[in-house]
């Protein structure tokens, strides 16, 4: 992009200038309406949430973590008193989403990610003859040396991979996942024990991605998982909505018009805040209200949401480099077709400094006993944004915050080896200490 656009969005967008120093900021969307750009609707997340179902007999039995939920991929809603306190005067009750302890891959990836693997595995199985839709699924186990006829490639910072490349792998399939620069080392060992081809990269994540979809343009029996477009990954990760509204009820939490629900969702691509936000605005409407927390170093869908550029602009256009520890959220350019769908839908984008991400990750240890990877404290900061900003008051909530409920979204962490969590914890401790 020439230095001349870059120039003039950001006199048309005073808060880009703050975004470009690497402040954090909280933008709120003018544009917000609730109304949604996608054909896409409720029937399609019940479709997705059904084929989900009709997979539990063979998620169980080959995912044996899955027993006690008979095979259906699915985390707690926990309260949080511990970190209510120390996040001071937040009214209303606050909620942690533990996308971080789903089973298989210990992130919120094991949604959208194993929900287009086993939707690709039974669109095959389907068209082959060796299933009908009827069939008890737990037979796709005899199925593994059909499945390793065909292959899957995705491109990842990681936890795209691993969801991936587990489910992918266990059902028979050859699976390529193309790694960004980003990705942890013992993200691609665990990968390569399971017999995943991990292809390294020195790029980015937009990158890996390009490299995966090239391969796989070149190899008719070759499925690309495309996290920066994909309906499918999309539709997995709404499902969330229906079992959360489900959770919700269970905790007796009402989401009405004088009980706002606010929801808080780390991102990187787009995909899993997106899916999860298009889901929820499909059962709450206007009482849900969604806000993105993206690193300082990443702040890709709010630069592509507030200049309405979309893919058509990254971070690296501006100057930023993806300089950031939170590596599931370490994308410099953002999902055209989640911005667009979502461009009224949410409410906000904020960032946040690595820092804050640490100082977040050892007051949840220290308070809760609860561990997340970096990327996955990004949602904390979000009702201290909410209530610095004028979001309450433009929109008249301010009356009903005693009844509102706030959902931080925790996205992973339940898979970083011990070691790494000491690493983590230790850094926690120095940033801390820092002041
Ligand atoms: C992938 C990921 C996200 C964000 O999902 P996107 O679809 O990339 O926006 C958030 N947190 C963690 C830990 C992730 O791995």
Redesign the pocket.
């Known amino acids: 992009m020439n230095k001349e656009l870059i120039d003039q969005l950001i006199r048309n967008h005073p808060l880009l200038t703050e975004i470009t120093q690497l402040k954090e900021v909280m933008w709120i969307n003018e544009q917000y309406s609730s109304a949604m750009n996608t054909s896409l609707s409720i029937e399609d997340i019940e479709d997705a949430a059904l084929r989900l179902q009709r997979f539990a007999p063979y998620i169980e039995k080959v995912f044996p973590e899955t027993k006690e939920a008979k095979g259906i991929i699915e985390s707690k809603l926990i309260e949080l008193p511990k970190m209510k306190e120390s996040i001071n005067h937040l009214p209303g009750r606050l909620l942690l989403k533990c996308d971080?302890h789903l089973p298989i891959s210990g992130?919120?990836?094991a949604r959208?990610g194993i929900y287009e693997v086993l939707k690709h595995a039974e669109d095959l199985a389907l068209q082959y003859n060796k299933l009908s839709i009827d069939d008890d699924y737990s037979k796709l186990t005899q199925l593994q040396s059909f499945f390793s006829q065909f292959s899957i490639a995705v491109g990842s910072?990681?936890?795209?991979g691993l969801s991936i490349g587990i489910m992918s792998a266990q059902l028979g399939f050859k699976v390529y996942v193309h790694m960004s620069a980003d990705a942890k080392q013992w993200k691609k060992d665990l990968l390569r024990e399971k017999g995943v081809h991990v292809v390294e990269h020195t790029s980015d994540f937009s990158e890996a991605v390009a490299k995966g979809r090239e391969q796989a343009s070149k190899d008719e029996n070759m499925y690309f998982v495309d996290?920066e477009s994909s309906e499918n990954?999309f539709l997995g990760?709404a499902v969330a909505a229906l079992r959360l509204q489900e959770q919700l009820k269970k905790l007796d939490v009402t989401v009405d018009e004088k009980h706002p629900l606010f929801v808080y969702?780390?991102?990187?691509?787009?995909?899993?805040?997106?899916?999860v936000t298009f889901g929820l605005k499909q059962l709450f409407g206007e009482n849900v209200h969604c806000f993105f927390a993206e690193p300082t170093h990443a702040p890709s869908?709010l630069i592509g949401l507030m200049t309405g550029l979309h893919e058509g602009v990254s971070v690296q256009d501006f100057g930023i480099e993806l300089r950031t520890e939170?590596?599931?959220?370490a994308?410099g350019r953002p999902?055209g077709f989640v911005g667009k769908a979502l461009e009224h839908a949410i409410s906000g984008v904020y960032t946040i400094q690595d820092n804050h991400l640490f100082a977040l990750l050892k007051l949840l240890a220290d308070e809760e006993g609860i561990f997340l990877?970096p990327?996955?404290l990004?949602g904390f900061a979000g009702p201290g944004k909410l209530f610095s900003s004028d979001y309450l008051v433009h929109h008249n909530l301010r009356l009903n915050m005693n009844q509102s409920t706030h959902i931080v979204w925790a996205?992973?962490?339940n898979m970083v080896p011990e070691q790494e969590r000491k690493r983590y914890y230790d850094k926690a401790v120095s940033v801390t200490s820092e002041g």
């Open positions: 971080s992130s919120i990836k959208g910072t990681g936890n795209l996290d990954l990760y969702l780390p991102c990187g691509v787009g995909g899993g805040p997106g899916g869908m939170a590596d599931g959220l994308v999902s990877e990327s996955a990004a996205t992973g962490g």
